[in-house]
């Protein structure tokens, strides 16, 4: 099972960027997915999650009304819409799906995890 993110780079503030995760090996489509981020020297943190049916997302109170979570099970991705983004934004975030279809934003209920791409935002 792998699930690879994609759709990191370098960008400036107030900029937007569109991170795509993709899942093979098997379906996740009764999985909540997520995203989480991790800076350099910091631990890894919620950013948001979508539960099995599309209805229920959460998010990190930093990204709230500036990130927005969606989820394509007939292709097994799912997406993170980042917009206005901020230097406090830069991390390397990972996709994440969970042994529960329930959203959850903990993170000891993910057991599917990818290697991550890097979010840098310039000031």
């Known amino acids: 099972v792998q699930l690879q993110a994609s759709g990191g780079g370098l960008v400036q503030a107030g900029d937007s960027l569109r991170l795509s995760c993709v899942a093979s090996?098997?379906?996740?489509?009764?999985?909540?997915r997520g995203w989480f981020r991790q800076a350099p020297g910091k631990d890894r943190e919620f950013v948001a999650s979508?539960?099995?049916?599309?209805?229920?997302?959460y998010y990190g109170d930093s990204v709230k009304g500036r990130f927005t979570i969606s989820r394509d099970n007939a292709k097994n991705m799912v997406y993170l819409q980042m917009n206005s983004l901020k230097p406090e934004d830069t991390a390397r975030y990972y996709c994440?799906?969970?042994?529960?279809?329930?959203?959850?934003?903990?993170?000891?209920?993910?057991?599917?995890w990818g290697r991550g791409t890097l979010v840098t935002v310039s000031s």
């Open positions: 979508i539960g099995s049916n599309s209805r229920t997302t």
């Open positions: 090996g098997r379906t996740f489509i009764s999985n909540t």
């Open positions: 994440a799906a969970a042994n529960t279809g329930w959203s959850t934003s903990s993170i000891s209920a993910y057991e599917y």
